[in-house]
């Protein structure tokens, strides 16, 4: 256990943050399940939306990397138009 009063602040910290990150994450995982699928192309569109905002805000917090936003994003968008 941490003897300084900082470093068990700093526990509390990182322990809220990591099931606020953990949330978020899993809610876009779940967005982009939902949208592969999708079978309606305008229905499709209107979520893609949505979800490649949810990408870029959890990829702008350091919650998924950059470029891992940036494939599912480009995935998705291939899907959409092979509708």
Sequence with gaps: ???HKSSIKRIRQAETKRLRNRY???TA???VRKLRA????EDAAALYVKVSSMLDKLAKK???HKNKASNLK???ALHINKL
């Design 62 to 64: 350091n919650v998924i």
């Design 24 to 26: 978020y994450a899993k």
């Design 74 to 76: 480009s995935k998705l």
């Design 29 to 31: 995982r779940n967005a």
């Design 1 to 3: 256990m941490a003897n």
């Design 38 to 41: 999708i079978t309606v192309k």
